[in-house]
């Protein structure tokens, strides 16, 4: 993984993480912290879920969320799959959105006392799955 400086001031951390063969893009790791949190758990999946369609002859993308540990520390894991709806600006209600197909995003949230820490690993879905256990490893070895 390649350590970067977070491109906005939400951010704690990025990384990028190297792509998988085939693919056209790298991944992207992304740490944020609120320390006035920013919603609900499932606020937040339905945020992150609306960032994609479905894929191509399918109803909806594929959406799967589970139980996970970030060190000691309860937390909610989505993985979801289809076509990403990347916006440019990010926030901006007029942004550009640029389709991309076949993308996947690992999701996770966990509240602490002093705030809540939500992480994204989002890229091509073959990329993404390239780093997905060492990232699931990196999560659980939190202190």
Request: net charge positive; proline share 5%; hydrophobic share 40%.
């Amino acid at each position: 993984w390649k350590e970067e400086n977070p491109s906005s001031a939400m951010r704690m951390a990025q990384f990028k993480l190297a792509k998988a063969e085939g693919d056209k893009e790298e991944a992207e790791l992304a740490l944020f912290f609120f320390k006035g949190g920013s919603g609900s758990v499932d606020q937040n999946l339905k945020r992150q879920l609306a960032k994609f369609k479905p894929a191509q002859g399918k109803e909806e993308p594929d959406n799967k969320t589970e139980k996970a540990k970030v060190g000691k520390i309860d937390a909610t894991l989505q993985d979801v799959k289809g076509v990403f709806l990347s916006k440019f600006p990010p926030f901006a209600p007029n942004a550009k959105i640029t389709e991309k197909a076949d993308w996947r995003q690992i999701y996770v949230i966990f509240m602490t006392d002093t705030g809540d820490y939500y992480m994204t690993l989002l890229g091509p879905a073959k990329t993404v799955e390239k780093h997905e256990k060492a990232f699931k490893e990196w999560i659980a070895s939190f202190k």
